[in-house]
């Protein structure tokens, strides 16, 4: 689901999307945005939630970032 604001394109992931992308089931989704650990769910109607694509981009890149980083030995 594709959303325009002027120039700003945003995309909306569905569950589904989501869950193909970030390898999670919905339940450990949801302790990680409870736990502020992950991007927050937009509610888009009474039975129906989606993420902001860059959002979730934003942190899987985050956590390849991390793994790619040298590690510090003390």
């Known amino acids: 689901m594709l959303f325009s604001h002027g ?30 650990q992950f991007p927050k769910r937009v509610r888009l109607g009474p039975n129906r939630v989606g993420w902001v694509e860059d959002e979730v981009l934003d942190w899987l890149q985050q956590r390849l970032d991390c793994r790619e980083a040298p590690k510090r030995h003390s």
């Open 7 to 36: 120039d700003i394109v945003m995309r909306i992931l569905s569950k589904r999307q989501l869950k193909e992308l970030v390898l999670y089931s919905p339940q450990h989704v949801a302790r990680l945005e409870k736990a502020g």
